[in-house]
């Protein structure tokens, strides 16, 4: 760690808040510590919040001071699908998602994930596109407004408008990321 650059520090600052997040997340559900679902859903939304601002946070810094890494390169869209993926899963367990939608969500990012390992064998490392950023950005958004579970109609409707947008950005994110970077599978 004491080599690392500080969007470095902040990629695995993200991957450790999964943690208490999740198990926030979940102890609601299951009664754990006398925690009410309503308290442990605004409590794992700030821990949530907080990784998603690390995320903004980290390529900022990089890029404005010239820090991009090939670890970050690597760590950083990891971090996010380890962070959205754990929050859609759980969001599953609790009815707040549909379980296709997760399916096509974590089915992208296995294929991503795949494809930049095969980049990666070819001495390639692709960084993640925009399209790929404005995907993650409107998913921490659904996943943040899921957990918040606010019972007015404006945030329902919020919140099914993000996650369909969030589902064609996966889909169209997937398909530029393979046509920009089809060479690799040459």
Same mark, same amino acid.
């Given at each position: ?22 198990? *926030? ?17 605004? +409590? ?15 390529? #900022? ?11 970050? #390169? ?6 996010? #699908? ?14 707040? +998602?549909? @379980?296709? =939608? ?16 095969? @980049?990666?064998?070819?001495?390639? =490392?692709?960084? *993640? ?28 409707? *919020? ?6 947008? *969030? ?10 990321? +393979? ?6 599978? #040459?």
């Amino acid at each position: 760690m004491k080599n690392m650059n500080l969007p470095n520090k902040l990629t695995l600052f993200r991957v450790f808040l999964i943690i208490p997040f999740v198990l *926030a997340l979940i102890a609601g559900t299951k009664g754990w510590f006398g925690l009410t679902e309503d308290v442990t859903d605004w +409590i794992s939304l700030g821990i949530f919040i907080l990784a998603s601002l690390t995320d903004l946070a980290d390529g #900022k810094i990089a890029r404005k001071y010239n820090l991009v890494t090939t670890f970050g #390169k690597f760590m950083d869209p990891l971090a996010d #699908k380890l962070l959205v993926c754990s929050a859609l899963i759980i969001l599953v367990e609790m009815a707040r +998602i549909p @379980a296709w =939608v997760v399916v096509i969500i974590i089915s992208r990012e296995f294929i991503i994930s795949g494809f930049r390992l095969v @980049a990666a064998d070819c001495n390639v =490392v692709i960084a *993640a596109s925009y399209w790929g950023k404005f995907k993650t950005t409107f998913q921490m958004i659904m996943v943040c407004l899921m957990i918040g579970n606010v019972d007015l109609m404006l945030f329902r409707v *919020a919140t099914q408008l993000c996650m369909w947008i *969030a589902l064609v950005l996966t889909v169209v994110s997937l398909v530029d990321y +393979i046509w920009k970077n089809k060479n690799v599978l #040459k």
